[in-house]
């Protein structure tokens, strides 16, 4: 979703959380201080395996069934220094699983315990950008058991953004939009007098990346994966945020098939081998068979078109499809400026595609800067009756981009990290759809969305995905449409503009009708700081910017953990307030274990209900109402209704207490922020 500025309203709130104690803010990123030579430190009692830094246990059931075990650096021993934990936006240790990390300096360690037998790792990372931008490589040692040394070779050639949307490699620009107001100096720096002075880098960001390692043989529980950052190296320091171990299997072999091989892919990667995978592909038409990707590392470096055609590869740590960006010689109709590699259905006004199925092949692309009108997405076009299923998808702008109208797609079981922007977005008129059990980390914008742009989204369903650390905007974003679902899913540590659960009027999109069910999710260290606004967001929040919300609205089974603010937020922007609001909404069989302000916070008209919403660990009076901000003696223009069963708060209180209904106004502009404690099993 392209993220745009948000209108400034007039009330604007002061709230901000401070570095964490050791950490120091250097152009706008906390680090820590330099490491000192220190004996290591780490978990006594074995490796500690968690999933979206949490014990298991408190996720059971929700977020994708993955392959792979998540340890976090922080528990593992090492003689490095761990930074964080800290949510201010601009901070290494924010844009961190946990939001915690371990940093390095050259000769330091962490070394993680197998938690089940492994033949292959996955490293999250970061490095510093290169002092002019652009990024630099660096080395990092792998050994198990103290032997078999391989080395990594990390960059950050495709982190580190600055300045405003739509972002700016080079951290010495100036602003982009001068005529914006920005939180920074809480003015129009372009209208001021004297000009402010703006630190540069400016708002520092997307940090991290991520890279996988064959490790040659297959180790036991018990043995121990170090990660040494070698004397020399080019990186003053290494961030290691995590470390994913898993078992891959033997790849997959399809001996009767349309194998790229024959028609002339390359596997070693030296020759393009886009042309061939064309002829594979009609020759497969022709013939009614299966396009097969042998192991290896194919270039490809524009669009393969598909369409009635099946794609099968090894397995995605075996077939590598991976392409560099190429800039056009003239923008292309649609205003892309570049192209580079991806898979993608014809256009939906040209028919669409139909029938594709592809899966068990990684896809890698080369796009370091974010241009809205590019198409160099993993997976594009319209694909209806289709499957994705298997993928690993890295570096391009958005994973899976679907332009509709279409319908009957099923997107399954894909890993999709490291992007500029979403990791999929069901685009204008997508209709009876599944995406489940994918796993996506490290998105430049919202994880996974439905955008209703002139033609309503309908009948879909995200269901069972994890969605950690999106850099810019939401977890999981529905903007308008027709009876959806959001169910089971896990959403972790969103980190600015954005939160973990939204749903939005906004962005020109489709009213929402029908029913919108956001059913058992679960997110964690959910609710950011929105700049534009100066506020803390909730971990769900609905905003009605373009028209009201006033579906069939049901929330039911979610659990909000560790909300860095309100667990449940409602509101509009000030310059539309008396225009849109926010009715009906009907929240239940709710958790909200632990809260940095309330429990909710209203800042529209409209009304919502709840039955069995229990809550602990509020920070704040369990409901923040300010309604429209028109403070009438008859009460807030929200109207909460109580329909039993809502239990605790904030010590013996309440968080609905019988003096907040229906529409008492609580409003508070800057209500202290609590960190409240660890999640635990309720």
């Known amino acids: 979703m392209s993220w745009t500025s948000l209108t400034s309203g007039a009330v604007a709130l002061g709230l901000s959380l401070g570095l964490s ?7 706008g990123t906390a680090v820590a201080a330099p490491p000192t030579d220190r004996p290591a430190v780490g978990p006594a009692n074995g490796p500690v395996v968690t ?32 930074i964080g934990p800290d949510r201010t936006a601009y901070t290494l240790p924010s844009e961190a699983s946990g939001r915690t990390a371990v940093k390095l300096a050259p000769e330091q360690y962490v070394e993680f315990t197998l938690p089940s037998s492994a033949n292959a790792i996955t490293v999250r990372y970061s490095i510093p950008d290169a002092p002019g931008g ?68 400016f708002r520092p960001s997307h940090f991290y990346d991520e890279q996988r390692l064959k490790l040659g043989k297959t180790y036991r529980a018990g043995d121990k994966v170090r990660l040494t950052v070698p004397a020399g190296s080019r990186a003053d320091w290494t961030v290691v945020d995590l470390l994913d171990s898993e078992l891959v299997g033997a790849p997959h072999v399809r001996l009767v098939a349309a194998n790229v091989l024959l028609f002339g892919a390359d596997p070693s990667g030296r020759r393009d081998s886009a042309d061939a995978f064309d002829r594979a592909i009609a020759h497969a038409k022709r013939k009614n ?45 649609d205003g892309s400026v570049h192209t580079g590699v991806g898979f993608y259905g014809k256009d939906a006004a040209d028919g669409g595609s139909r029938g594709v199925h592809l899966s ?66 069901f685009h204008t008129g997508v209709t009876n759809s599944t995406v489940s059990d994918n796993f996506v980390r490290n998105t430049g914008d919202d994880g996974l969305a439905m955008w209703s742009e002139k033609t309503a989204n309908a009948r879909n369903t995200f269901t069972r995905n994890t969605v950690q650390s ?30 973990a659960l939204h749903a939005g009027s906004r962005f020109g999109a489709e009213a929402f009708t029908g029913a ?38 049901r929330i039911t089974g979610d659990r909000y953990l560790d909300s860095t603010y309100n667990a449940i937020m409602l509101v509009s922007d000030y310059a539309v307030k008396d225009l849109y609001a926010i009715e009906g909404v009907r929240f ?44 009438p003696a008859s009460g807030s223009e929200f109207t909460l209704t109580d329909l039993g069963g809502n239990d605790g708060g904030r010590g013996a209180q309440s968080w609905l207490a019988p003096w907040l209904l229906p529409n008492t106004i609580t409003c508070d502009d800057r209500p202290p922020v609590v960190a409240p404690p660890a999640p635990s099993t309720w």
């Open 134 to 201: 652009g990024g630099i490589t660096a080395p990092l040692d792998v050994t198990v058991n103290g032997k078999g040394r391989k080395t990594m070779t990390l960059t950050s050639q495709y982190a580190w953004l600055y300045n405003q949307y739509p972002f700016s490699n080079v951290p010495g620009a100036d602003l982009l939009h001068p005529d914006w107001w920005i939180t920074e100096c809480a003015c129009v720096p372009a209208a001021t007098t004297p000009a402010p002075v703006i630190t540069k880098p």
């Open 51 to 82: 999933r979206a830094a949490l014990d298991p246990a408190l996720v059971a059931g929700r977020g994708a069934r993955v392959g792979f075990a998540e340890q976090e650096a922080e528990n593992a021993a090492t003689n490095g220094t761990v």
């Open 360 to 425: 068990g092949f990684a896809i890698e692309g080369d796009v370091r800067e974010r241009v809205d009108t590019d198409q160099v997405n993993g997976v594009g076009g319209a694909m209806s009756d289709s499957t994705i299923k298997g993928l690993h998808i890295r570096h391009t702008k958005v994973g899976l981009w679907f332009d509709g109208p279409m319908s009957n797609v099923r997107v399954s079981g894909n890993i999709v990290v490291d992007q500029i922007a979403d990791a999929l977005n």
């Open 289 to 333: 068979l299966t396009v097969y990707i042998p192991p290896g590392t194919y270039q490809v470096n524009r669009h393969i078109i598909v369409d009635d055609v099946t794609i099968e590869g090894a397995g995605n740590w075996h077939t590598v499809v991976k392409g560099r960006q190429v800039t056009l010689d003239r923008p292309a109709p």
């Open 470 to 499: 999106p850099v810019l905007a939401n977890g999981i974003a529905i903007y308008g449409g027709t009876d959806n679902t959001v169910s089971d899913n896990l959403v972790a540590d969103p980190v600015r503009e954005g939160s």
């Open 21 to 27: 104690a050791g950490l120091l803010s250097v152009g």
């Open 588 to 631: 239940k069989d709710v958790r909200i274990d632990g809260t940095g302000t309330s429990a909710v916070s209203a800042r529209v008209k409209g009304s919502a209900s709840f039955e069995n919403v229990d809550a602990r660990d509020v920070g704040a009076v369990g409901v923040n109402n300010c309604g429209s901000f028109n403070f």
């Open 516 to 553: 919108l069910r956001f059913t058992d999710n679960t997110t964690v260290r959910a609710g950011t700081y929105e700049l534009n606004w100066n506020i803390g967001l909730g971990a769900i929040w609905l905003y009605a910017l373009d028209k009201d919300i006033d579906a069939d609205v």
